[in-house]
């Protein structure tokens, strides 16, 4: 059974990573479940065996990463007058710096819509989270609007970083990125 569960883990391994490498060539919709197969050197009955299709493959890798940074969010505590900001998008940027290849085929891939979304979303619950410790439950329209434009002004910074190849340093974009989102934090953290 243990040999069976590694081969499993192995075999579907090899066919995200070879989801990954076709995405870096061609458009998703594109990619069939024998170029995965192909790509990875399996059958497609393994394929078949675990996912229905291509997009379920990619909803899983989707999936992983959201929870990913659901984690890292949930790690970090969020406590006034601390650097909690610096931590928080240290490790989004390592996350980033460590799967390039990943993040690069979710974020800019057109077809990744509700990875994007989910990533917003949880963003935003955590917003609400932070807003309810302090006191500060009565959500004011302004308030989704602040968080809105967090979420939405995080992701665009990072699908900038990725789409230009990571020009700036780890220390570069954490810094432009404490520097935009800091007051805009406090905004968001005040009654």
Same mark, same amino acid.
């Given at each position: 059974?243990?040999?069976?569960?590694?081969?499993?883990?192995?075999?579907?391994?090899?066919?995200?990573?070879?989801? #990954?490498?076709?995405?870096?060539?061609?458009? =998703?919709?594109?990619?069939?479940?024998?170029? #995965?197969?192909?790509?990875?050197?399996?059958?497609?009955?393994? =394929?078949?065996?675990?996912?229905?299709?291509?997009?379920?493959?990619?909803?899983?890798?989707?999936?992983?990463?959201?929870?990913?940074?659901?984690?890292?969010?949930?790690?970090?505590?969020?406590?006034?007058?601390?650097?909690?900001?610096?931590?928080?998008?240290?490790? #989004?940027?390592?996350?980033?710096?460590?799967?390039?290849?990943?993040?690069?085929?979710? =974020?800019?891939?057109?077809?990744?819509?509700?990875?994007?979304?989910?990533?917003?979303?949880?963003?935003?619950?955590?917003?609400?989270?932070?807003?309810?410790?302090?006191?500060?439950?009565?959500?004011?329209?302004?308030?989704?609007?602040?968080?809105?434009?967090?979420?939405?002004?995080?992701?665009?910074?990072?699908?900038?970083?990725?789409?230009?190849?990571?020009?700036?340093?780890?220390?570069?974009?954490?810094?432009?990125?404490?520097?935009?989102?800091?007051?805009? =934090?406090?905004?968001?953290?005040?009654?």
């Amino acid at each position: 059974m243990e040999k069976q569960d590694r081969r499993v883990i192995r075999s579907k391994m090899r066919m995200r990573e070879a989801l #990954i490498s076709l995405m870096q060539e061609k458009l =998703f919709p594109a990619i069939t479940a024998r170029d #995965i197969t192909d790509r990875a050197d399996l059958n497609r009955a393994t =394929f078949y065996l675990h996912y229905n299709n291509v997009f379920d493959l990619l909803e899983e890798l989707e999936e992983e990463t959201v929870s990913e940074f659901a984690r890292m969010l949930e790690e970090t505590p969020i406590l006034e007058n601390s650097t909690w900001e610096s931590v928080l998008i240290g490790k #989004i940027c390592d996350y980033i710096a460590e799967n390039q290849d990943l993040c690069r085929c979710l =974020f800019l891939n057109p077809h990744s819509d509700c990875f994007t979304e989910k990533l917003t979303e949880i963003m935003k619950r955590k917003g609400q989270e932070i807003r309810k410790e302090r006191g500060l439950e009565r959500d004011s329209r302004q308030t989704d609007y602040i968080r809105h434009f967090i979420s939405c002004g995080a992701m665009g910074m990072v699908k900038q970083w990725l789409a230009e190849g990571m020009p700036l340093s780890k220390a570069e974009m954490m810094d432009l990125t404490e520097k935009i989102m800091h007051p805009i =934090f406090q905004l968001l953290f005040v009654a």
